[in-house]
């Protein structure tokens, strides 16, 4: 096993002072750990975009129809989508998984089909999915992991969503998994103006009070009570890609409810996780002050996707590169700072 003293002891004496390169040398520390090397690499990059319908959206969560669902899906199978524009400027393949999404497709070769239903159960006054809908959402979220390295070499995945309503079932979440106060958790989603706010918070308030004797103790309860089936799918999903020491890139905030079940499943999935934005989506930043963990990013982008995936990519692979090329003060015959 590689220790930290070696892997900062190489950080340490490469040609700049110590702690320049700030926030890259903690990455390429974390990289370094997770693949037991001085020498880590990045190998066939993948973001895989999980889909579903809630039917939560029918009161009036979001600011956008339930049918943009199935429609980014197609834009995303089509390429026109922003994922599919930063994936293909850093040569990362995308997936697109259909966890639920109320639209029977074709055939189509691209698009992973894991369809469980035709969108979750209102959680406004039931649980949004039955015992056997989660278990087959923790049973296709391994899957579509384990397939995938079947015939690939692929150690770093970043994972992204696209599901109407699907905030509000992630600040629902949130709040049950934190104890965070739920209006500190909603957000304004897809851009909801402050009428469609304020309705929000109402529904959301009202499927709290109806469900208040749950026991928020029972992480798969509340994950069957106010979950969505792409966010359940990626909680499993997250656990394969930890269980085979893969990095794991976190998206925005319902990716990274959906890393903070994981984590309620299994703290050690933190070890391989690289949080790679801060949303300005409500809630996500006293999320990630939960985890105790910093982004690498805030651009103020509230879009999902996995899009911060494929814009942080680049400086994951930065931390890569320094540690591989960059020169020591001994190879480099550079004089380093004297000790006083």
Known sequence: ?????????????????????????????????VQNTLSPQLIEPLIVVFAADHGIANEGVSAYPQDVTWQMVLN?????????????????????????VNKDFENIEQLISCKVNYGTINFLNQKALTINELVQCFENGRGVVKNHLASNNTNIIGFGEMGIGNTSSAAMLMHCLTDIPLKNCIGRGSGLNDAQYLQKQS??????????????????????????????????AIQESYDNNLLILVDGFISTVSFLVAYKLNPKVIDNAIFCHQSHEGGHALLLQYLNTKPILNLNMRLGEGSACALAYPLVKSACDFMNNMASFESASVSNKEKS
């Open 203 to 236: 529904i959301l308030t009202q499927a709290l009070n109806f469900h208040k004797n749950i026991d928020k103790h029972n992480i798969l309860d509340v994950l069957q009570t106010f979950g969505g089936f792409e966010i359940a799918t990626i909680v499993a």
């Open 1 to 33: 096993m590689i220790s930290i003293a070696e892997i900062q002891h190489k950080i340490d004496f490469k040609t700049k002072p110590l702690g320049a390169l700030g926030d890259l040398e903690s990455l390429a520390l974390q990289i370094c750990r």
């Open 76 to 100: 995303f199978l089509n390429g026109g989508a922003a994922i599919n524009v930063f994936a293909n400027q850093h040569q990362i393949k995308v997936k697109i998984v259909d966890t639920g």
